[in-house]
């Protein structure tokens, strides 16, 4: 059973940075393949916004992270990072750490369907 952690979150004004934190309590990469972080605005359907396989050899970025957003692993501590800049009043939500034990390479992408395990989730206010 893969457990996840999000940490992070937080209030910033717009054009600030957030570094969120996804700590994976199973052993990693054996179990997990792809890992992703979702958006979810208030009201509104969670979102894919970044993923990366476990190897590290591919990433995907949602339209609205492109150029701002990094996500990245450290695989010794068994966490994953999404490092937010030029943050926005419309990127406010709950950020969402997903992994998945069946997708890898290319088909790792942030779509919900493709992943079983989730985070509680870490709480992101921007404020013009």
């Known amino acids: 059973q893969v457990q996840l952690t999000e940490t992070g979150g937080g209030s910033v004004q717009a054009g600030g940075s957030l570094n969120l934190s996804c700590a994976v309590s199973?052993?990693?990469?054996?179990?997990?393949?792809?890992m992703a972080w979702f958006h979810q605005a208030p009201g509104k359907e969670r979102e894919g916004v970044a993923s990366i396989t476990s190897a590290g050899d591919f990433t995907f970025y949602g339209d609205s992270a492109k150029g701002r957003f990094t996500v990245s692993q450290d695989t010794a501590k068994n966490v994953v990072y999404l490092q937010m800049n030029s943050l926005k009043p419309e990127d406010t939500g709950t950020y969402f750490c997903a992994a998945s034990t069946s997708y890898s390479g290319s088909a790792c992408r942030p779509q919900r369907n493709r992943f079983s395990y989730w985070g509680q989730g870490t709480p992101v206010t921007v404020s013009s």
């Open positions: 199973d052993t990693f990469p054996q179990t997990a393949t792809c």
